[in-house]
């Protein structure tokens, strides 16, 4: 007569079943807490790094990923940048480097003010008083582009009318060729100070943030540690 000491095969049966059922179950969750982890470490540390990298970077900025949640089904999580309003978003040139894309100032100017000047980009003038992100207020810039002409909604343009009804406010104008620099200009009173230069050099910038290689490097770093602290949970949950 066979003795039997230790696991029966029902019991090894019945191990193997539950075994099957926690990896059926409990990996898929388990792997989808460590993905949904280790994005947002890549976000926390993309802030990190554009906080670094840039000059004052805006919210919007530093909000411009998002992350795109794995679940147990699709086990799949990515960090994507939003999508720029129009045409390349800045912070691929910031990545690769190169010219930088035209502005909606620039295209309005371009494509709306009759000038003899070639413009290629507009940039605050070096006497521009700049918010706390270093870039000119919206309300100065709306000002100044109803002024000029530029405006895209014509409605939204300058009157001689309007323009006596706001008597003693800043108005901004663009000089006729030979009288002051080109770009816009600023009229307060009896002084007058530079707003926007017309430059005809698109700016260029170098490689500064490598988003998808520092992406990768923080994914392979955190995921193992991530997956182990996942499982743990996973495996405490079991029924």
Do not use: C
């Amino acid at each position: 007569m066979n003795r039997s000491t230790g696991i029966v095969p029902t019991d090894l049966r019945k191990l193997a079943a539950t075994l099957r059922d926690v990896e059926r179950k409990q990996l898929p969750y388990a792997a989808m807490l460590a993905l949904n982890a280790t994005g947002e470490a890549v976000l926390d540390e993309n802030k990190m790094l554009m906080q670094r990298v840039f000059d004052r970077p805006t919210r919007w900025t530093l909000n411009a990923f998002f992350l795109r949640r794995a679940t147990k089904r699709t086990l799949e999580a990515t960090v994507e940048r939003k999508d720029a309003p129009r045409g390349r978003h800045y912070l691929e040139v910031e990545e690769h480097g190169g010219p930088r894309p035209k502005t909606g100032i620039e295209r309005l100017i371009i494509g709306n003010v009759a000038t003899e000047q070639h413009i290629e980009a507009v940039v605050p003038a070096r006497g521009a008083k700049l918010n706390a992100f270093g870039n000119l207020p919206a309300g100065q810039i709306q000002r100044a582009l109803s002024n000029i002409g530029a405006q895209q909604d014509r409605a939204q343009n300058s009157t001689d009318r309007s323009r006596k009804r706001s008597r003693g406010a800043a108005q901004y104008f663009v000089p006729k060729p030979g009288q002051l620099s080109p770009g816009v200009w600023k009229r307060q009173g009896s002084r007058i100070a530079k707003f926007l230069s017309f430059t005809d050099a698109s700016p260029r910038y170098a490689p500064r943030f490598d988003m998808q290689g520092h992406g990768r490097a923080v994914a392979v770093r955190e995921l193992p540690g991530r997956m182990r602290a996942a499982l743990k949970k996973a495996l405490s949950t079991a029924r």
